[in-house]
């Protein structure tokens, strides 16, 4: 019986509630996911630079640059380019959204979202990836 993949998800968001709760979520979940926090696009940098990630995780609304600019500049890397990028936000104008499916953002989870919710944008990144 094969194991399954190891998953590594990095979380991008301001909030250290929303942080920890998905970094709880997952852990209790599933062994096989790993969460990798960042508080802004600035550590998202950095923790991209040391480690590969396969779902990404980023809030729109944070100090500095928006999710949206961040996730459409990972889309121009060679790297990035096809990583699953799932945009969370409480506050979306209709042209956020249509530049974010525009630009290759896999999904939107619209704050605030259930537990329920993220492991199913979660699994069906999986799924499609794997």
Known sequence: MSKAPKINILVVDDDAKVRELIQTFFSIKSEEITCVMAADTQQAVL??????FDIILIDNVMPGRTGIDYALSLRKSNKYARTPIILMSGALQQDDVLRA????????????FSLKQLSDKIAACV???H
Do not use: C, R
Request: charged share 40%.
């Open 127 to 129: 799924k499609k990836n």
């Open 47 to 52: 923790k991209m630079s040391n480690q590969d």
């Open 101 to 112: 499916m525009e630009g290759g953002l896999k999904d939107i989870l619209v704050k605030p």
